[in-house]
């Protein structure tokens, strides 16, 4: 028996290989689809679509489409099902959804900043950065010459690309919070989004609770495009000096672009800007776990934190005791972390 599971494991690395040889095959047909629009077209279409239909619909040499619908087939982005007794089609499934570039679940934008070649690049530098000799430049500015803020505040077409893929996300988090806790916006009556961008979060939350006054705060180049809305204030600064008075505070995917000794003057800064009595700070971001590192959404946590190692001077997914520690540090006694449908979790200070 043993002999035989050693055998397994060398007939599934033979397999898991060619997995990594080309691994970025997979994001390449991807985003193929999301720029030729393929989902947009089939869910479109309402029944399974011929491939003769869809390659002149979408202007594309017929025998080339074939191969990158086959390739999405196998894949399960999209399915094949008969229309007569000579012809097939393709047809929508939850996946190929998530690629249509405005559905209500698309991560297409998400998909487009990931693939840019100025998102890809860093990855190539990801080895100097762990040696024991690197220095403390992210690869990101290695590869593009200025870290990640700087570059999008120089650069409008990788900031759009930045925000419309945060947007997406946030989009889909924050519907995932408001649905999986809603409890923890009870008596707020005033919230700070700190980090908020173009205030895409903030005006979810505004409408599912419509009780809530809205600060949008972020830097002055980022509010200065953001929509302008009655309920929501856009403010300018730097939440490392001081941050808008609100009963809350709330921080989606911020803190894990910083350390921890950032991290902890992010949240006095917080403490600061709440009501002693009643006020709170409600974190949205992974919470990895350990002992369940093994279950699919625990493994999206850690090829975040190989994302933050990449694309961020000292930013890093978190443990629960890792958050345990800074929020600790930052004067918060109790805290309680709520899991959601998403690889976030809610972390109520």
């Given at each position: 028996?043993?002999?035989?599971?050693?055998?397994?494991?060398?007939?599934?690395?033979?397999?898991?290989?060619?997995?990594?040889?080309?691994?970025?095959?997979?994001?390449?047909?991807?985003?193929?689809?999301?720029?030729?629009?393929?989902?947009?077209?089939?869910?479109n279409y309402g029944s399974p679509m011929p491939l003769s239909e869809l390659a002149t619909a979408l202007r594309c040499e017929p025998s080339r489409l074939h191969r990158i619908m086959r390739f999405m087939v196998h894949d399960r982005i999209f399915k094949q099902e008969p229309?007569?007794?000579?012809?097939?089609?393709?047809?929508?499934?939850?996946?190929?959804?998530?690629?249509?570039?405005?559905?209500?679940?698309?991560?297409?934008?998400?998909?487009?900043?990931?693939?840019?070649?100025?998102?890809?690049?860093?990855?190539?530098?990801?080895?100097?950065?762990?040696?024991?000799?690197?220095?403390?430049?992210?690869?990101?500015?290695?590869?593009?010459?200025?870290?990640?803020?700087?570059?999008?505040?120089?650069?409008?077409?990788?900031?759009?690309?930045?925000?419309?893929?945060?947007?997406?996300?946030?989009?889909?988090?924050?519907q995932a919070t408001i649905e999986g806790c809603p409890e923890v916006f009870d008596g707020v009556e005033s919230l700070v989004d700190v980090g908020g961008g173009n205030g895409t979060a903030l005006s979810?939350?505004?409408?599912?609770?419509?009780?809530?006054?809205?600060?949008?705060?972020?830097?002055?180049?980022?509010?200065?495009?953001?929509?302008?809305?009655?309920?929501?204030?856009?403010?300018?600064?730097?939440?490392?000096?001081?941050?808008?008075?609100?009963?809350?505070?709330?921080?989606?995917?911020?803190?894990?672009?910083?350390?921890?000794?950032?991290?902890?003057?992010?949240?006095?800064?917080?403490?600061?800007?709440?009501?002693?009595?009643?006020?709170?700070?409600?974190?949205?971001?992974?919470?990895?776990?350990?002992?369940?590192?093994?279950?699919?959404?625990?493994?999206?946590?850690?090829?975040?934190?190989?994302?933050?190692?990449?694309?961020?001077?000292?930013?890093?997914?978190?443990?629960?005791?890792?958050?345990?520690?800074?929020?600790?540090?930052?004067?918060?006694?109790?805290?309680?972390?709520?899991?959601?449908?998403?690889?976030?979790?809610?972390?109520?200070?």
């Open positions: 028996m043993e002999v035989s599971g050693i055998e397994e494991e060398e007939a599934r690395a033979e397999v898991d290989i060619w997995n990594y040889v080309f691994g970025y095959a997979k994001i390449a047909v991807v985003k193929c689809a999301i720029e030729l629009g393929i989902a947009d077209v089939i869910e229309i007569n007794q000579h012809t097939v089609g393709f047809s929508s499934t939850p996946l190929s959804r998530r690629l249509i570039k405005d559905g209500e679940k698309s991560m297409a934008p998400f998909i487009l900043l990931e693939s840019s070649p100025t998102w890809l690049a860093p990855w190539h530098s990801l080895s100097a950065r762990v040696l024991e000799t690197g220095n403390n430049i992210s690869p990101f500015e290695v590869a593009n010459g200025k870290d990640l803020w700087s570059y999008a505040e120089a650069n409008p077409d990788f900031r759009e690309l930045f925000n419309n893929a945060t947007g997406c996300d946030a989009r889909l988090t924050v979810l939350l505004v409408k599912a609770f419509p009780w809530i006054r809205g600060i949008n705060f972020d830097l002055p180049h980022v509010v200065a495009v953001a929509p302008k809305s009655g309920s929501i204030e856009n403010v300018g600064g730097d939440m490392f000096m001081s941050i808008p008075n609100a009963d809350a505070a709330f921080l989606m995917w911020i803190l894990h672009d910083w350390d921890d000794e950032e991290c902890i003057k992010i949240l006095k800064k917080c403490r600061e800007a709440i009501p002693e009595d009643k006020g709170k700070v409600i974190i949205v971001e992974a919470a990895l776990e350990e002992d369940k590192e093994d279950d699919e959404l625990g493994f999206v946590g850690l090829m975040l934190d190989m994302a933050m190692m990449a694309h961020t001077d000292k930013g890093k997914e978190r443990t629960l005791k890792e958050w345990s520690y800074v929020l600790r540090q930052s004067g918060f006694t109790r805290f309680t972390v709520n899991p959601i449908r998403a690889v976030q979790s809610v972390i109520e200070a």
